[in-house]
């Protein structure tokens, strides 16, 4: 099968909304969610693009087919899309990358780096998000070490790469620390995580805003008192915005 012709695994598809978090919060954006993912963290949020009982709701679609919902929604006028998941680099995305700068688009990836792909050259925005120790998951950084090199092995001088980290704790913060002196030239971002994640269907998605809050404020209290002046600390604006709520 040729490049061209690979489906995607999509779950979902939606917009015009705004990027809830890291280094593009609040920008105009259309999702282009994939279907699966090599982790299950402890508190994920996207479990209908994740666990497999979910796959019936997948679909395999053609680059074309994507990238005419994506044209629609955006009423044919350019912006950044965001590549999200499950891990969207486990899908083939490199032609739906392609086929959209061809109309001017810019795209955006948000994954875990456990998967290292040609194609993150070609990316504007590559968001690492290492998962901390609260998702039970592990991180192998060599192979995020491997994302970047394949991120940064363009001429035309890649995209901008960005490392992001939900916290919910004490631990958590330590490994974004962590991971910030590993690769000191990126910028990080940091968001208090929601401990209430709702199910994947529940419509009126509710969050722990309180705690959420009171999160937010610790870590502000973190940084500034760590002097950490080079972090960024945001809330996940789409998480109080809507919670959990899907297509949005
Ligand atoms: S990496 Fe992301 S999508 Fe995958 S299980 Fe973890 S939080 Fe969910």
Not at 143 to 170: E, H, N, W
Request: with cysteine; charged share 25%; proline share 7%.
């Amino acid at each position: 099968m040729s490049a061209a012709s690979e489906k995607i695994r999509i779950s979902e598809i939606f917009g015009p909304t705004i990027q809830g978090e890291g280094m593009l919060i609040g920008q105009p954006t259309v999702f282009v969610r994939t279907g699966g993912c090599d982790y299950r963290c402890s508190w994920c949020d996207t479990l209908h693009a994740v666990d497999s009982e979910y796959r019936h709701n997948w679909l395999a679609m053609e680059v074309e087919t994507i990238w005419g919902q994506v044209r629609h929604l955006s009423g044919d006028v350019p912006l950044t899309v965001s590549l999200s998941g499950g891990n969207p680099a486990i899908q083939p995305l490199g032609s739906l990358i392609r086929r959209g700068k061809r109309d001017g688009y810019r795209f955006a990836i948000e994954t875990q780096g456990s998967v290292a792909r040609d194609w993150f050259a070609e990316l504007d925005f590559l968001v690492l998000s290492p998962k901390p120790p609260s998702s039970c998951m592990e991180t192998d950084w060599d192979v995020l070490a491997d994302c970047l090199r394949a991120a940064t092995g363009s001429p035309a001088g890649g995209p901008r790469i960005g490392l992001k980290f939900v916290v919910f704790d004490d631990a958590d913060y330590a490994f974004a620390k962590d991971a910030a002196a590993r690769f000191p030239d990126l910028p990080v971002y940091l968001q208090p995580g929601n401990h209430t994640p709702p199910p994947p269907d529940d419509d009126d998605a509710r969050i722990d805003l309180d705690g959420i809050m009171d999160r937010m404020l610790w870590l502000v209290d973190k940084v500034t008192d760590d002097r950490w002046f080079s972090a960024t600390v945001l809330p996940q604006l789409h998480v109080l915005l809507w919670g959990n709520k899907r297509g949005v």
